[in-house]
């Protein structure tokens, strides 16, 4: 069974950063992309930052120049390092795995940003 399971978010004051985790498991192909979306209230789930296995990275207009994502291929994991946040950085952030034909999602971890 394939299992997202995304740490690291919480409570941040503006300008401050976090680091979010993301673990797969249960994954039988090879995992061709990992990234993140999120979804603030009232808002429509976008895209912010994605990683494929061939080391292409592409961010969001709203956080490029404050994000850097990674992947650790031998753990099975996806990390977003985000400074400098904002207030409207405030969503709840899922990861994704595109593996095979298919695409998984973690359960989301909020990220509020307020001071």
């Known amino acids: 069974q394939v299992q997202l399971v995304e740490s690291g978010g919480g409570l941040v004051q503006p300008g401050g950063s976090l680091r979010l985790s993301c673990a797969a498991s249960?994954?039988?192909?090879?995992?061709?992309?990992m990234g993140w979306y999120r979804q603030a209230p009232g808002k429509q789930r976008e895209l912010v930052a994605f990683?494929?296995?061939?080391?292409?990275?592409n961010y969001a207009d709203s956080v490029k120049g404050r994000s850097t994502v990674s992947r650790d291929d031998a753990q099975n994991t996806v990390h977003l390092q985000m400074n400098s946040l904002k207030p409207d950085d405030t969503a709840v952030y899922y990861c994704?795995?595109?593996?095979?034909?298919?695409?998984?999602w973690g359960q989301g971890t909020q990220v509020i940003v307020s001071s």
């Open positions: 249960g994954i039988s192909f090879k995992i061709e992309v």
């Open positions: 994704y795995v595109d593996a095979g034909l298919g695409r998984h």
């Open positions: 990683i494929t296995s061939g080391g292409k990275i």
